[in-house]
């Protein structure tokens, strides 16, 4: 059962009333002309593994601070582990935050003001852009701000950004990162922070799973993992449909009992509070896909239909950090508060919280092991039946937009 638990009244505020259009924002490319001609019936399933991976990345651990940040001041590095194309590149160094952004005055570097867990490197600067290097994304509202990235990042690169913000609730304003020092081996590098590491920097416990006493471990907080590819574009929103299923047992598990009655898992991974049976969005429930997120109206929806791509609300959804287990103390403060205040705005009778072997068993191994196997780690699978243009009819169009 899903439990409630108190939350900033103005953090579940602002994430509920958060109003930019993920149709134009989810990804690059968006507003292109609709395709016409033949559109197949597509069904497609996707496993709870299969989160699209080292492209979306919060500014900061939303968890841990909250930031206002102009756009305008984020300045974002990679370094792509490729020496041969260091010319335009710059020595930095980019530390990693296991509390508040830059310590409380934004410093970094200084070991009595903030963390100096840090990564060295030649990094590039990105441009934003729909055709550039990166996009700003808004889902969570104007505070946690979502870096989309245009390419992935894997392996041995490693994410960093600055810019200049404000702590909500506090007057000043802090840089993080952009100073050029020189460190004790002579050379000017600027320090940033870290984004992602590289991976042979986060390394798990012997039990296999990621701990967070690894403070590189921490930065994986910053990765969205709520993000799916649908492997297809320009889809009709009037043939969408979706349910989720448990396991690949026939007839298809979609649902929990629970003393209340039958709660579908549309409902419990936060995709149906809306009853839209009357044509006017009702809080409550229809066993459909919401349009809106977060509420009728707001212009932002589950599905970017032009770039075939679907976001759910829960930071992790099948294995949500909410309820008895993620309290500080019992009754208590939850520990990731951004999280819960995600699941408070939701309207649903419960979620994956439970044990593994109980019906709604959260799926940690798929955010928290090191080592994931789709034959032993996946549980919940997204089905999806649609139709959409023909894949030749979408990269024609494309090139000629981009033309």
């Known amino acids: 059962m899903t439990e409630y638990f108190p939350v900033s009244p103005s953090r579940v505020n602002r994430i509920a009333a958060a109003a930019v259009p993920l149709a134009l924002a989810f990804c690059f490319g968006c507003g292109k002309n609709s395709t016409t001609g033949p559109k197949p019936t597509t069904t497609f399933s996707i496993a709870d593994i299969d989160y699209t991976k080292g492209i979306y990345y919060f500014l900061y651990d939303p ?5 206002q940040i102009d756009n305008a001041d984020i300045r974002l590095y990679l370094d792509d582990y490729n020496y041969s194309n260091d010319q335009n590149s710059i020595p930095g160094r980019a530390f990693m935050d296991a509390g508040l952004t830059g310590g409380p005055t934004g410093t970094y570097g200084d070991p009595g003001a903030s963390d100096t867990t840090s990564v060295r490197g030649t990094f590039t600067v990105l441009f934003p852009g729909v055709y550039q290097d990166y996009e700003i994304l808004e889902m969570y509202g104007p505070n946690d701000k979502v870096l989309v990235l245009r390419r992935q990042i894997s392996g041995e690169q490693a994410l960093a950004v600055t810019y200049g913000a404000r702590r909500v609730g506090q007057s000043g304003t802090l840089q993080i990162g952009g100073q050029d020092k020189v460190e004790y081996d002579g050379v000017t590098r600027r320090y940033m922070k870290l984004l992602r590491p590289p991976a042979s920097r986060v390394q798990p416990d012997p039990s296999g799973y990621y701990n967070r006493d690894n403070l590189f471990a921490r930065t994986r907080d ?23 299923r448990r396991g690949v047992a026939l007839p298809p598990v979609t649902s929990i009992l629970t003393p209340s009655g039958v709660v579908p898992h549309l409902e419990v991974l936060g995709l149906d509070s809306y009853d839209q049976s009357s044509g006017t969005p009702v809080r409550g429930h229809d066993g459909k896909l919401d349009w809106a997120y977060l509420g009728p109206g707001n212009g932002q929806t589950f599905v970017d239909f032009t770039n075939g791509i679907l976001f759910l609300p829960d930071p ?9 287990a993620y309290r500080a103390t019992p009754g208590g403060a939850p520990l990731f508060p951004f999280d819960q205040a995600v699941s408070n705005a939701l309207f649903r009778r419960d979620s994956l919280v439970g044990t593994a072997s109980t019906a709604n068993g959260a799926n940690v191994a798929i955010y928290d092991k090191y080592v ?30 981009q033309r």
């Open 222 to 244: 910053l990765e969205l993992k709520d993000f799916y590819q649908l492997s297809a574009q320009h889809i009709d929103p009037a043939t969408f449909q979706l349910t989720i």
């Open 316 to 324: 992790r959804p099948f294995a949500p950090r909410i309820g008895a």
């Open 63 to 67: 968890n841990l601070d909250q930031l």
């Open 372 to 401: 994931v196997q789709r034959g032993i780690d996946a549980v919940y699978y997204i089905d999806a039946q649609f139709t959409a243009a023909p894949l030749l009819l979408q990269h024609s169009q494309q090139a000629a937009v």
